[in-house]
């Protein structure tokens, strides 16, 4: 029974284009949860694929020099957050981190949401998710979302002539509509600077 178990989830996961994530719930139609439980840790353990937080599993994407590759933080996140209906905003210096003004790696990244607040492991850094009112994750633009997020960890005052000029640049990619919304959204001084962007 348990070796047919874990055939039909190697299967199933064989079978799914590589990098797919999968959750616990997605198999608890093939058994009862605790033989499900056991037979993806049995499988994990056995290499047949890979584990996140002990709740996501997935088949790696190979590279050719690399190896196995683990899925990025926002894929995983866009995923979760999908599967739950809530939506999500990355803060900090997360958010400065990904439209380019700083290359420190961030080991605990923080997400706004509508949804849930939780916090997920990957490898040896976390993800928290906390709990927001509607409008702070009702940005329409990934870009202009990021930016509002960026600035206001630089501070009021404390943005330079090249990290606004850098900051208009990430803005030519985000569509003018989201934009028009987005700049609503944030503070007046923000808006000061992000206004040059929008035509």
């Known amino acids: 029974m348990n070796g047919n178990l874990e055939s039909r989830i ?14 616990t719930s997605d198999f608890m139609t093939y058994g009862k949860p605790a033989s499900v439980r056991r037979a993806l840790l049995r499988l994990t ?10 709740r996501i599993y997935y088949r790696p994407q190979i ?11 926002e894929e995983i996140v866009k995923v979760i957050a999908k599967r739950k209906g ?3 905003a990355p803060t ?6 990904e439209i380019g003004l700083s290359t420190q790696v961030v080991m605990h990244v923080i997400y706004l949401t509508d949804g849930n607040s939780r916090t997920l492991r990957i490898g040896n850094r976390t993800v928290k998710f906390i709990r927001t009112t509607s409008k702070n994750v009702s940005a329409k633009g990934s870009a202009s979302h990021l930016v509002i997020q960026a600035l206001r960890v630089i501070g009021k005052g404390n ?3 090249e990290q606004i000029k850098h900051i208009h640049h990430v ?3 985000e569509k003018q509509e ?14 000061k600077i992000i206004q040059p962007a929008i035509r």
Not at 63 to 73: E, F, H, K, Y
Not at 92 to 97: F, K, R, S, V
Request: hydrophobic share 45%; proline share 3%; glycine share 8%.
């Open 171 to 173: 803005l030519t990619f």
């Open 63 to 73: 590279d050719s020099v690399i190896g196995a590759l683990t899925p990025t933080i």
């Open 159 to 161: 943005a330079t002539a």
């Open 92 to 97: 900090g210096y997360y958010a400065l981190n």
């Open 10 to 23: 190697s299967k199933r996961i064989a079978r799914a284009k590589r990098g797919t994530l999968f959750f």
């Open 178 to 191: 989201n934009l028009k919304h987005d700049i609503k959204l944030a503070p007046i001084w923000i808006q």
């Open 45 to 54: 353990q056995a290499g047949k694929f890979s584990t996140i937080d002990g």
């Open 86 to 88: 809530f939506r999500i």
